[in-house]
């Protein structure tokens, strides 16, 4: 299994109670893990932890915690714009996956992943260096 | 002129025609593919600018052929930059994580997915989308050369030796290559500028905006890999280490077999700016010591005030590795053959002769007056470590190609390397002992080889970097200014933490053979083969000096 380094930083933004308890196991090597039940309140926690300058490395959404997508990403980019976020999906659609990507998530993940495969997940979106950062010619 | 080329690929023929015309009303031009064989042979002949891929290729009814988006993926890994959107019939999360999420480096295999239910209006916004911020492809920029410029030149320079018709089609490539790197301008004026080494070419180009004129810049544009290489060095190890008279203001651009890269001038004019070797010729050995100084005291600096590292790699392993003498055509038999072809050829470079056996422990020169001087065969030297430095070898970011062609000077002397395609860690006097190779075999201009000789033994005589060696045996202005040049290079090269002499000498031993096996040979015995027979009689001489070197440890 995959380690993290101490120092990273992950925000879950989900009224899952099951969800939560998976990323959590799955993120406890890794360093710190913050849960929000709604997008209002994650707003609100990611700018308190830019005011003292800890700001998130990673932001898990899960789509229960939204009713737009491309909308609540881009609130979340317009206070931290570097954020890799991945959408999460329970009941994953062709058209949630789209719109996750469109509007600049670095994935789009199924809730059913197990342990071993979530941190590959989050380990490999830790490193991608976020599209709206990339200069095509 | 079309707005660009769109290559649409379907295994259902009697779906294109409808997106097609649609595309087609766009200004777009269409091309059609049907399997992934098909795909590949049009997209490498067809200077595409877009690819719409059906997943599906193969078979309709197999929910399991993902063959469409298997093709996006290998030109992903290929062509990163390269956009494509998905269109399918069947679309499901899957395929849309695949093609939609990003690399490492932020760019997905495809810039859409759309369902082919949704229409034809969304498949065109896509397109214009994908044109508009991806591809910017600028159709509006009018060209005007410099007589006899031309991109069918500029092509013929790139692709020299290949059929006429692959220079026209790849003519076309270069005018796509220069419209998506100058995209934000309306005219460009192209004029020929100072050329580097190794299959680049370089440019002068004015552009004019709606609002004025800009500053002239240099565009080099080449192989697609070497150019891109110079670009990542550039960011990696240029972009702020280097004093600021060279700028990269515009990113670069690529096409499937070219990439081009800007630079522009901060605070100088191009047309003040010569080469070193032109430099060389028309200023005085004070002149260049000068500019020199300023070359590693000011403009390097930072490269060479930086902590060194240590390296894994021997010093005789780093520079034939560096030198390319571990390849083939620049081998151990490739450095053979070209040592007897000079033996053969010995009295027309003014020698009575040569004698050299393969596995023979010496190298014999004899000089038209009769004298005659051996000296150990290089091959053991140069291909298996019979004297060996290291590892570890003290490295730092060197230039790595360091020669005449690759460093501008100005009127008041000021100097700065281009051309970072090797930029990178090497042995940390690689720099100096390339430059010193420049001027003993490219620069100096005389090819009496005797007095070439004499030459040698007076720069094999130093001991140490500081010692004071008086010119003897030649008279020469030529040798004589390069000594002295030479000479004064060789004290800045001390003053590098970490430099010492018989790490020089092993350095010089190694670009001397890379001149020796490095180019063709011609049928006619000319200047050419003085300089490889000059750069044979000095690797053998300092391999005679690394020899007494060991003996005095």
Redesign the interface.
């Known amino acids: 299994m995959q380690t993290f380094s101490k120092e990273a930083s992950l925000l879950l933004i989900s009224p899952d109670g099951n969800w939560q308890k998976i990323v959590h196991n799955a993120w406890a090597n890794a360093g710190k893990v913050d849960m929000e039940v709604d997008l209002e309140q994650a707003l609100q926690r990611i700018s308190v932890c830019l005011s003292r300058k800890r700001p998130y490395e990673l932001i898990i959404m899960d789509v229960w915690a939204t009713p737009d997508i491309a909308e609540s990403i881009a609130a979340i980019r317009q206070l931290q714009p570097d954020v890799r976020i991945v959408v999460a999906s329970a009941g ?3 058209k ?3 719109e996750a ?2 509007a600049g998530a ?3 993940i ?1 809730k059913s992943l197990d342990a071993g495969e979530l941190q590959t997940s989050l380990q490999r979106a830790r ?11 | 002129m079309s707005k660009g080329r769109i290559l649409i690929v379907d295994n259902r023929p009697d779906h294109i025609p409808f997106r097609r015309q649609a595309l087609e009303r766009e200004g777009y031009e269409v091309r059609e593919a049907y399997t992934p064989e098909d795909a590949s042979e049009k997209f490498e002949t067809g200077l595409i600018h877009l690819a719409i891929v059906d997943i599906r290729l193969k078979d309709e009814n197999d929910e399991k052929d993902w063959s469409g988006l298997e093709w996006v993926e290998s030109v992903h890994q290929q062509y990163p ?1 390269f956009p494509c959107i998905i269109l399918t019939g069947f ?3 899957e ?3 695949r093609a ?9 295999p495809a810039e ?2 759309i ?1 082919k239910g949704e229409g034809l209006e969304l498949l065109v916004k896509a397109v214009n989308n994908v044109f508009l911020n ?1 591809v ?1 492809i600028n159709y509006n920029l009018k060209f005007y050369f410099e007589w006899p410029l031309s991109f069918f030149a500029i092509a013929d320079a790139l692709e020299a030796g290949t059929e006429v018709e692959t220079r026209r089609q790849r003519a076309l490539e270069v005018e796509d290559l220069f419209r ?2 100058l995209s934000d301008s309306i005219q460009a004026v192209v004029r020929s500028a100072p050329q580097g080494r190794g299959g680049a070419t370089s440019l002068q180009v004015r552009l004019v905006f709606t609002g004025g004129s800009g500053e002239p810049m240099i565009v080099k544009c080449g192989p697609r890999r070497r150019i891109a290489a110079e670009n990542s060095n550039y960011t990696r190890y240029v972009a702020g280490r280097v004093e600021p008279y060279y700028a990269q203001k515009l ?4 096409t499937l077999h070219y990439s081009a890269i800007t630079y522009y001038m901060i605070g100088e004019k191009l047309e003040d700016t010569q080469q070193f070797s032109s430099y060389y010729r028309t200023h005085t050995s004070e002149d260049i010591q000068r500019t020199l100084d300023y070359l590693f005291f000011d403009t390097l600096k930072f490269w060479y005030r930086a902590q060194c590292q240590q390296s894994e790699e021997s010093l005789n392993s780093f520079y034939r590795r560096q030198l390319g003498l571990t390849e083939e055509h620049h081998g151990e038999d490739a450095l053979i053959r070209e040592i007897q072809r000079l033996s053969q050829n010995a009295e027309y470079l003014g020698l009575l002769r040569i004698e050299f056996k393969r596995d023979g422990p010496d190298l014999t020169f004899q000089f038209l007056d009769g004298r005659t001087v051996s000296y150990p065969n290089p091959i053991p030297y140069v291909y298996h470590d019979r004297r060996k430095l290291g590892p570890p070898v003290l490295t730092l970011v060197t230039h790595g190609d360091l020669n005449e062609d690759n460093i501008l000077a100005d009127r008041d002397g000021r100097a700065w390397p281009v051309d970072f395609e090797r930029t990178g860690y090497g042995p940390v006097l690689r720099d100096f002992v390339e430059l010193e190779a420049a001027i003993r075999f490219d620069l100096v201009e005389t090819t009496d080889l005797q007095q070439l000789y004499t030459f040698e033994e007076c720069l094999l005589a130093f001991g140490d970097f500081t010692e004071s060696i008086q010119p003897q045996g030649f008279e020469s202005a030529d040798l004589q200014k390069a000594f002295a040049v030479i000479n004064h290079l060789r004290w800045l090269a001390s003053q590098v933490p970490g430099a010492s002499l018989e790490e020089y000498y092993m350095g010089l031993l190694f670009d001397a053979a890379w001149v020796v096996v490095s180019r063709p040979p011609r049928e006619q015995i000319g200047r050419e083969d003085i300089r490889k027979a000059h750069a044979l009689l000095s690797a053998t001489m300092i391999c005679r000096r690394l020899e007494d070197w060991a003996g005095t440890r």
């Open positions: 994953p659609t062709w949630q996956a789209r990507f469109d670095v994935d789009f199924v490193h991608i260096t976020p599209p709206w950062r990339t200069q095509i010619s | 930059e679309p499901s999360y395929p849309v994580q939609r999420k990003p690399d490492e480096k932020g760019l997905p859409d997915f369902s991806k910017k998506k790197l990113p670069f651009a690529q």
